[in-house]
């Protein structure tokens, strides 16, 4: 019904950048809220970041000041630039999207994940 596609994932050093990308597509009439969440090894799946349609944004505390979401409705894209990189940040990353269908029932979709690795 509605496939997200991830991208941006990578290895990277302690100190350094990355942005991630995660763009709906599908049977899409409208979507509500998208969001980053992440799952370390040995941990349980958090919240990173998530955004309203209307640009309301929250963090966890861990990435308040260092990372930022956006997002372009235009192209039913979701984005998490992340600075300041610290080895904690390591772990799988999931984009999760909600919204309507054209078919008029609600959706809650999951990407596959994208591995970031902040290690020197």
């Known amino acids: 019904q509605v496939q997200l596609v991830e991208s941006g994932g990578g290895l990277v050093q302690p100190g350094e950048s990355l942005r991630l990308s995660c763009a709906a597509s599908?049977?899409?009439?409208?979507?509500?809220?998208m969001g980053w969440y992440r799952q370390a090894p040995g941990k349980e799946r958090e919240l990173v970041a998530r955004i309203t349609s209307d640009g309301i944004t929250n963090y966890a505390d861990s990435a308040k000041g260092r990372f930022t979401i956006s997002r372009d409705n235009a192209k039913n894209t979701v984005y998490l630039q992340m600075n300041s990189l610290k080895p904690d940040d390591t772990a799988v990353y999931y984009c999760?999207?909600?919204?309507?269908?054209?078919?008029?029932?609600?959706?809650?979709?999951w990407g596959q994940g994208t591995q970031v690795t902040v290690s020197s």
């Open positions: 999760n999207v909600n919204g309507m269908l054209r078919l008029g029932s609600s959706y809650n979709s």
């Open positions: 599908g049977y899409i009439f409208s979507i509500n809220r």
